[in-house]
């Protein structure tokens, strides 16, 4: 798959004409998880396109007064990094926002994600099975 981006985000994707091994579009919680999946895969050839200035999707975005997590917090986290540090059973929306935040420290992401990128186009190109790959 190919992403479009303008040509002011191109440079930040990796200059005009570049390649990605992986776009990942979105910097909320499964685009987080994707690029930690990535990297611990040894694939580092990505980019998190993310149309806010900010980590974590919907966490980052509505900050509304009373916003919460709706089921409980130690469920709402990646296995892989347990989310223990509520105050509550359903953590407020700048709690949330933090864990997403220390995992995209923690893992490394921060060089990966390009704010303020929207993509406007996608395309998937297949790739013609090997011979070990087609069905018998």
């Not at 919907?58 to 009373?66: F, L, R, S």
């Not at 996608?122 to 011979?131: E, I, L, N, T, W």
């Amino acid at each position: 798959m190919t992403a479009t981006v303008s040509s002011t985000q191109s440079e930040a994707l990796g200059g005009s004409g570049a390649r990605l091994g992986v776009p990942v579009i979105g910097a909320g919680f499964s685009g987080v998880c994707a690029g930690i999946g990535l990297l611990g895969s040894g694939i580092d050839n990505f980019r998190i396109v993310e149309k806010s200035e900010g980590v974590g999707g919907t966490w980052c975005n509505n900050t509304y007064p009373g916003a919460a997590c709706d089921v409980p917090s130690r469920f709402y986290c990646f296995s892989f990094e347990p989310n223990t540090d509520g105050s509550r059973v359903y953590s407020p929306q700048s709690e949330i926002q933090r864990y997403i935040e220390h995992c995209v420290d923690k893992f490394g992401l921060r060089s990966h994600i390009v704010h303020g990128a929207r993509v406007s186009e996608r395309d998937f190109h297949a790739v013609s099975p090997g011979p070990a790959e087609k069905a018998a």
